[in-house]
């Protein structure tokens, strides 16, 4: 709600700006230009600026229909700008995916990022206790360009004139940044500018082309519709931006494949605003996870990070994301084994295992997938620390679906909470 209300605040001077536009564009172009202003916008160390972005897509991809939306904020704050030499910190507060109606929100929500810049080089770094997935940090590295929504507009730009601009810098955040973006610009009119809120506004049309791969093939997907953005003079950030029209989905032989319609609202803000977002706590909530080759599901918190792993065995596996110096891990795998009911598995368990020192225990456990037996040890890895292992099994015809939980004693206590969201909320599904 906190978030929202920000949004809010930061959206009725956006949205006079943009009545304004509508309404001044004849009496601007019909009086004589103002004299030039000065509208580059300007970093600075130290100084945060908060960023909320919603999407809405309907996006039709050879044939498959996708209805996707994103509740988005960050905060950024440099803390070195000299010369080529960059370092900004960027915090996701919130980032609430959903597709087809199904949360997908990701595991770096909360997470300090630092990405630095040196010799036109970019990396990206967490802190040491962090970790995340490889193919995550490759994507969050796509997003070094749009550090500070940096965009340049030109030194001096009049009333009711026309000129380019390259929104390469804000493009990802638009309309997502997981595959490459080749371009992003349009010819804007400087519509109007309010010397209350020192709010300037231009209309134009903007185009945005991004590679989309496809295996060994590939497609271009376009957007292309009418923008308006507001630049906050005073502040030297962008305010605002509200861009909607129309998607092409082309393959690289040309043939027109489908298209689709969006929307996006952005607004930005320095400041007490930002300083009090940068503050205040990241919006984690449950959501599903699939597992696509095993035709289950279970739900944890987005702050659980997942990868597929050995292909052979597929199992996934999660991890907490702050989990680096004591490991919490979730493996959820596909296994076949001689007993081929509830009840032999247990009585194997139990005699296996019988007198074994590690050994803690058998359990019979309940999901929506249907009944289970749960198998608990208590061993010791290489380097002598302890850890707790819990093996539930779970019968799908002639296999067993098996979902192993590893921690410290003192770690598995803490989430024991996710572990029993996760057993709980087991079940088949198909996408």
């Known amino acids: 709600m906190l978030l929202n209300a920000r949004f809010l605040a930061l959206e009725l001077p956006l949205a006079c700006a943009l009545l304004g536009a509508c309404c001044s564009s004849a009496e601007a172009h019909s009086r004589p230009a103002q004299e030039p ?16 972005v919603r999407q809405n897509f309907k996006l039709d991809l050879a044939g498959t229909q996708f209805k996707i939306s994103r509740d988005m904020s960050f905060v950024d704050e440099y803390a070195l700008l000299e010369g080529d030499n960059e370092i900004c910190d960027r915090r996701f507060l919130k980032v609430q995916d959903e597709v087809n109606g199904d949360a997908s929100d990701p595991a770096y929500v909360g997470v300090d990022l630092r990405y630095t810049r040196a010799f036109g080089e970019s990396q990206i770094t967490l802190n040491a206790q ?16 749009t550090l500070g929504c940096n965009v340049q507009f030109p030194g001096k730009w ?13 493009a990802g ?16 009119v400087f519509e109007s500018f309010d010397p209350q809120t020192t ?3 231009f209309t134009g049309q903007l185009t945005i082309e991004q590679n989309i791969p496809l295996g060994e093939a590939a497609a271009t997907l376009s957007w292309i519709g009418d923008c308006t953005l507001v630049n906050n003079v005073k502040d030297h950030c962008l305010a605002g931006i509200q861009y909607s029209g129309r998607t092409r989905f082309v393959f690289d032989e040309g043939s027109k494949s489908s298209k689709g319609t969006f929307r996006v609202d952005m607004t930005g803000a320095k400041g007490e605003l930002a300083k009090a977002a940068s503050a205040s706590d990241a919006f984690i909530r449950t959501r599903p996870y699939h597992f696509p080759s095993m035709q289950v599901s279970l739900d944890l918190p987005s702050s659980w990070a997942m990868e597929e792993g050995d292909a052979e065995l597929q199992p996934y596996l999660f991890w907490t994301r702050a989990g680096k110096a004591d490991p919490v891990t979730i493996q959820v795998l596909d296994v076949q084994v001689q007993q081929t009911s509830l ?13 074994d020192e590690t050994y803690r225990g058998l359990t019979s456990v309940k999901s929506k997938f249907g009944p289970g037996v749960s198998v608990e040890f208590e061993q010791e890895r290489e380097d002598g620390t302890l850890f707790t292992l819990v093996s539930d099994f779970y019968l799908r015809g002639d296999r067993w679906l098996l979902v192993k939980f590893e921690a410290s004693p003192k770690a598995f206590k803490a989430h024991s909470k ?14």
């Open 173 to 188: 955040l638009l309309v997502g940044w997981e595959s490459p973006i080749a371009s992003a610009g349009g010819k804007f």
């Open 158 to 170: 009049a009333l009711g004139e026309e000129q380019e601009l390259d929104l390469l810098p804000v």
């Open 343 to 355: 009840k032999d598995i247990t009585n194997y368990l139990k005699d296996t295992y019988k007198g």
């Open 418 to 431: 996710d572990f029993a969201r996760a057993r709980k909320s087991l079940k088949s599904a198909t996408r």
């Open 130 to 145: 962090t970790q995340l997935p490889q193919k995550t940090m490759q994507e969050l590295l796509a997003l070094d360009r």
């Open 37 to 52: 202003f000065d509208l580059q916008l300007k970093l600075a160390v130290g100084e945060p600026l908060l960023v909320e």
């Open 199 to 201: 709010l300037a506004t």
